[in-house]
């Protein structure tokens, strides 16, 4: 029950946040979108210490062997994935009339949805091996913590779905069809999620490079995107708090359920 529960949590909130556009009269407030990017680049760095590194660490440890070694190689390798990804795939950033990735002749609003599935893939990976964790024993993952992670995910998620969805509509694309595009960016995290879940008997004895690796990529997407996005232009400031904000909550949800 837990499991399914936990797989569609974050799709959740990326579809509430995309309903914003019903309600929204126009585009979202530069401080506000900084505010937001900034949280959501706070919860995913709060994520990847508490909810993959270190339980990463913690079952190396379990294990016996080099502690380090499981975190440190997944980490790196992590991070490298998301690189070529974010070299092959075409996307488009907010705020952004330059497409990176593969030269490919499609709407600036294809691209726009491309570039949040992009960094909603580390996210699926990430549910997926916390949750199969969450059902081993001697792991270091409880319930409890794969469901806040499920949770601090679907809460970065709401303003995610927004921010793809309002600029959408901004550029004439009617709000049923903005809604559409917005939900369809987050499918990937509960695809990757139950792609992991299935693969349960393969994941186990790599658990603690999973763990690291989606924890590399996570941040890749927050060093990459997020913080340069939310430090655009004036009022920096209103990013760096939001980064403060989102790191905060996602650490108490961890450690208070976890």
């Given at each position: 029950?837990?499991?399914?529960?936990g797989?569609?949590?974050?799709?959740?909130?990326?579809?509430?946040?995309?309903?914003?556009?019903?309600?929204?009269?126009?585009?979202?407030n530069?401080?506000?979108?900084?505010?937001?990017?900034?949280?959501?680049?706070?919860?995913?760095?709060a994520?990847?210490?508490?909810?993959?590194?270190?339980?990463?660490?913690?079952?190396?440890?379990?294990?016996g062997?080099l502690?380090?070694f499981?975190?440190?190689t997944?980490?790196?390798?992590?991070?490298?994935?998301?690189l070529?990804?974010?070299?092959?795939i075409?996307?488009?950033h907010?705020n952004?009339?330059?497409?990176?990735?593969?030269?490919?002749?499609?709407?600036n609003?294809?691209?726009?949805?491309l570039?949040?599935?992009?960094?909603?893939?580390?996210?699926?990976?990430?549910?997926?091996?916390?949750?199969?964790?969450?059902?081993?024993?001697?792991v270091?993952?409880?319930?409890?913590?794969?469901?806040?992670?499920?949770i601090?995910?679907?809460?970065?998620?709401?303003?995610?779905g927004?921010?793809?969805?309002?600029?959408?509509k901004?550029?004439?694309?009617?709000?049923?069809?903005?809604?559409i595009?917005?939900?369809?960016?987050?499918?990937?995290?509960?695809?990757?999620?139950?792609?992991?879940?299935?693969?349960?008997?393969?994941?186990?004895?790599?658990?603690?490079?999973?763990?690291?690796?989606?924890?590399?990529?996570?941040?890749?997407?927050?060093?990459e995107?997020?913080?340069?996005?939310?430090q655009?232009?004036?009022h920096s400031?209103?990013?760096?708090?939001?980064?403060?904000?989102?790191?905060?909550?996602?650490?108490?949800?961890?450690?208070?359920?976890?």
């Amino acid at each position: 029950m837990e499991l399914r529960i936990g797989l569609w949590i974050p799709f959740i909130g990326t579809m509430l946040g995309s309903a914003m556009v019903f309600f929204m009269k126009s585009k979202i407030n530069l401080k506000i979108q900084k505010l937001l990017l900034g949280f959501a680049g706070g919860v995913m760095i709060a994520a990847s210490v508490w909810s993959l590194l270190i339980p990463s660490i913690d079952m190396a440890e379990e294990q016996g062997g080099l502690i380090w070694f499981p975190a440190v190689t997944g980490f790196l390798a992590g991070t490298a994935f998301l690189l070529i990804l974010d070299s092959i795939i075409p996307h488009l950033h907010l705020n952004s009339s330059k497409p990176e990735g593969i030269k490919a002749k499609l709407k600036n609003s294809t691209m726009l949805v491309l570039a949040v599935t992009l960094h909603n893939i580390p996210e699926g990976m990430a549910l997926g091996v916390t949750l199969i964790g969450s059902t081993l024993e001697n792991v270091g993952i409880t319930v409890a913590g794969s469901l806040a992670l499920a949770i601090g995910i679907a809460i970065q998620n709401f303003p995610e779905g927004a921010i793809i969805s309002m600029p959408l509509k901004s550029e004439g694309m009617s709000r049923t069809k903005a809604f559409i595009y917005g939900t369809l960016s987050g499918i990937v995290e509960p695809i990757g999620a139950l792609i992991t879940i299935l693969l349960t008997n393969m994941v186990i004895p790599i658990l603690p490079y999973l763990l690291s690796f989606a924890a590399g990529a996570m941040l890749y997407v927050v060093v990459e995107e997020l913080i340069p996005e939310s430090q655009e232009g004036e009022h920096s400031n209103i990013g760096t708090i939001g980064v403060a904000i989102g790191f905060a909550l996602m650490m108490l949800l961890d450690v208070a359920l976890g």
